[in-house]
């Protein structure tokens, strides 16, 4: 069946940082791959989004790549803020299905 | 980008009472809404999906009695939560894409109390 699995939080860094969460899928035919971010007491919001091997989202700084050939789709940022603070979540969707949701990553950043 | 409110945002019942909540699509025409539960630093459970003038498909394990989902029109969808207990007590997200789209776009959620 559909996986996602990511790096288990909490994930504590300073500002500024180099941030990496990693995520990696298990799917039948060919996912489209979503970072989801929730803020305390939020919703999700989508923060970016790969429909297809090779293409990078992009949104606020962050970054992934959909990597087929090791099945990762692993979120990066440069330079993170305390604003950043939230709880990010992996997930894959395979033609229009339902979301297959990773368990979620905890990121606090101290100032 | 594509809107969802949730309303209300926040809900304290008594045991034994009913809940509705609403999830509404403001920009667009959300052909499928879907709803999910999600327990305090976990991820978020899948409880039903639902199409416009179509029954909700729930997961397994969900209560289609206890979970009452509608979705008359393609902006409103409403889940009420019947004879509500405090293991009822939780984060409720809905969710709404238009046809075929891949992107589900998330409600603000609202947070269930039972007393």
């Known amino acids: 069946g559909n996986s996602v699995t990511q790096m288990e939080g909490p994930v504590t860094l300073s500002e500024e940082a180099f941030l990496t969460i990693n995520c990696t899928y298990t799917a039948t035919g060919y996912p489209s791959l979503f970072w989801y971010v929730q803020y305390p007491g939020e919703g999700l919001q989508l923060l970016l989004k790969a429909t297809k091997a090779d293409d990078k989202g992009s949104n606020k700084g962050f970054e992934a790549t959909y990597r087929k050939e090791t099945t990762s789709f692993h979120l990066e940022k440069g330079s993170v803020q305390v604003s950043d603070s939230a709880v990010y979540f992996c997930?894959?969707?395979?033609?229009?299905?339902?979301?297959?949701f990773g368990k979620g990553t905890r990121l606090h950043i101290l100032p | 980008g594509a809107v969802v409110s949730q309303h209300p945002s926040r809900v304290i019942c008594k045991s034994g009472t009913s809940v509705k909540i609403e999830c509404r699509s403001l920009d667009f025409q959300a052909t499928t809404m879907f709803w999910y539960r999600q327990f305090p630093k976990q991820s978020l459970m899948l409880m039903a999906t639902?199409?416009?003038?179509?029954?909700?498909?729930?997961e397994q394990g969900v209560e289609k009695d206890k979970f009452l989902i509608n979705h008359a029109s393609l902006t409103l969808s409403t889940l009420t939560v019947t004879s509500a207990h405090p293991e009822d007590s939780s984060f409720y997200i809905c969710?709404?894409?238009?046809?075929?789209?891949?992107?589900?776009?998330f409600g603000p959620g609202t947070r269930l109390l039972v007393l």
């Open positions: 997930a894959l969707t395979v033609r229009s299905d339902k979301i297959i």
């Open positions: 969710s709404a894409r238009w046809a075929d789209q891949e992107t589900q776009y």
């Open positions: 639902s199409n416009e003038g179509s029954k909700a498909t729930y």
